[in-house]
């Protein structure tokens, strides 16, 4: 099994920027896409940043694109997604997920991810 745990949300003023951290476990971590999702209160869980199992190639939702950044680092079994220029509508909890296969490359769809961590809340106040 495959388990993460996500870090770094807060409250931060719009215009401000956090870096969310999302440390996994097990040996396959280097062989799974990731991705970033976020919910809303009263609101379905949407897509925000995908990387494929190398980190070579990158896709993000039209809303964060040019703001957010996700990055991986393998030998640490951590995916992170920088977040600048937040925006109040950016307020929402905060997943990290693990591709359901192996090897895959990048992929909006949350359906195609397997492991979910616990979410952290990210709060932007204008």
């Known amino acids: 099994q495959v388990q993460m745990v996500e870090s770094g949300g807060g409250l931060v003023q719009a215009g401000g920027s956090l870096r969310l951290s999302c440390a996994a476990s097990g040996r396959s971590f280097s062989t799974y896409a990731m991705g970033w999702f976020r919910q809303a209160p009263g609101k379905e869980r949407e897509f925000v940043a995908a990387?494929?199992?190398?980190?070579?190639?990158?896709y993000y939702a039209e809303s964060v694109k040019g703001r957010f950044t996700i990055s991986r680092d393998n030998a640490k079994n951590t995916v992170y997604l920088q977040m600048n220029s937040l925006k109040p509508e950016d307020t929402a909890v905060y997943y990290c997920a693990a591709h359901s296969t192996a090897y895959t490359q990048v992929s909006f769809t949350s359906s195609e991810y397997r492991y979910w961590g616990q979410g952290t809340q990210v709060t932007v106040s204008s």
């Open positions: 990387i494929n199992w190398s980190g070579g190639n990158t």
